[in-house]
């Protein structure tokens, strides 16, 4: 009986055509006053906020400091200047290495990333699909081949690269880098293709169609926010790779960029911010780019976007 009133006010409003009123008794209302409001949303995203881009602001900041504000902290605010110069941006595009570099990077996250993808795609569709006794155990055994750390990895995959003359040549990477991309990739397209209907396959194969006719046509095209969240992944870790980048390349002009500013930028015990924060700065930006082109298709696929 005490519904009553509330029901008879909400069959008002829907006689007289006017929008029912909203009851904030439960839910969210709780940030609707404002103290509670700061205190709750506004100063844990702000806190969030500042430690994720203080990186790139101290990057940015010491990329454009004259050499002297950068070694006097005593005289000269660390955290801001008034004389920005663009010395170190000229140097590292027009007095290095560093064009080619970038260069090189492009090429082998592109093709390592591919050529991961690839075989991702093809491996996690038969796991998935082709029914087989030790299809779980298959793809449990990829994802651990990812928990593997590039550490252990790195030194019998220097003496294969060696052993084959690769040594020194990006297609060193390009053959190395798979091994760390697919194990992850697989597992992510796994989970991918299980949100898409099997019904659809069935339709196709009762129609005549072939298993690379469904993959080409049907899966593929569904899978385009997974796929593209794989590439993301892969093209970011190829990107910003290390150990294998320092170990397989040795002459200034095949390395990557997160190797070339290290090595080239560093004299013994003198470093040199200005050009090493400019090179950071320069070569994130490709990333921040594919992510702010496919952020939604990467969340997507993340969460599935398709359901049945």
């Given at each position: 009986m ?9 069959l ?9 009123t ?7 209302s709780?940030?609707?006053s ?18 994720l881009?203080?990186p790139?602001y101290w990057?940015?900041?010491?990329s454009v400091k ?10 000269y605010?660390?955290?801001?200047t ?10 590292l ?12 990077t492009?090429y082998?996250?592109v093709?390592?990333t591919?050529l991961?993808?690839v075989?991702?795609?093809f491996?996690?569709y038969?796991?998935?699909?082709l ?8 793809g ?8 593997v750390?590039p550490?252990?990895l790195f030194?019998?995959l220097?003496?294969?690269v060696?052993q084959?003359g690769l ?5 060193a990477?390009?053959?190395t ?10 597992w ?9 209907p ?7 194969l ?6 690379w006719?469904?993959l080409?046509?049907i899966?593929l095209?569904?899978?385009i926010?997974g796929?593209i969240?794989a590439?993301i ?17 040795q002459?200034?002009s ?5 190797v ?17 924060m400019?090179?950071?700065l320069a070569g994130?930006l490709?990333?921040v780019?594919?992510?702010?082109f ?9 969460t599935?976007a398709?359901?049945e």
């Amino acid at each position: 009986m005490t519904d009553l009133p509330t029901r008879s006010i909400d069959l008002k409003n829907v006689l007289s055509g006017s929008a029912p009123t909203a009851d904030h008794s439960e839910g969210m209302s709780y940030l609707q006053s404002v103290p509670r409001r700061l205190v709750t949303l506004y100063l844990p995203l702000a806190i969030i906020v500042i430690v994720l881009l203080f990186p790139f602001y101290w990057m940015a900041l010491t990329s454009v400091k004259p050499d002297e504000q950068l070694l006097d902290l005593d005289r000269y605010n660390p955290f801001w200047t008034w004389n920005p110069t663009f010395k170190h941006f000229h140097k590292l595009l027009f007095e290095s290495y560093y064009p080619h570099w970038l260069w090189n990077t492009m090429y082998v996250a592109v093709c390592a990333t591919v050529l991961s993808i690839v075989a991702s795609v093809f491996a996690a569709y038969a796991i998935v699909r082709l029914r087989y006794k030790g299809a779980n155990l298959v793809g449990g055994l990829i994802f651990l081949a990812y928990l593997v750390p590039p550490s252990i990895l790195f030194i019998p995959l220097a003496t294969v690269v060696f052993q084959y003359g690769l040594f020194d040549s990006p297609l060193a990477l390009i053959l190395t880098y798979p091994t760390i991309l697919i194990p992850f990739s697989t597992w992510l397209l796994m989970g991918y293709f299980k949100t898409i209907p099997f019904e659809l396959e069935e339709c196709a194969l009762i129609d005549g169609a072939s298993r690379w006719q469904i993959l080409i046509k049907i899966v593929l095209p569904l899978a385009i926010p997974g796929l593209i969240s794989a590439f993301i992944f892969c093209f970011t870790l190829c990107w910003n790779e290390f150990i294998y980048a320092l170990t397989f390349l040795q002459s200034t002009s095949n390395k990557t960029v997160p190797v070339a500013i290290v090595n080239e930028f560093v004299d013994g015990d003198i470093y040199r911010w200005g050009s090493l924060m400019a090179g950071a700065l320069a070569g994130s930006l490709p990333l921040v780019i594919l992510y702010a082109f496919f952020v939604e298709h990467y969340v997507s696929a993340m969460t599935g976007a398709v359901k049945e």
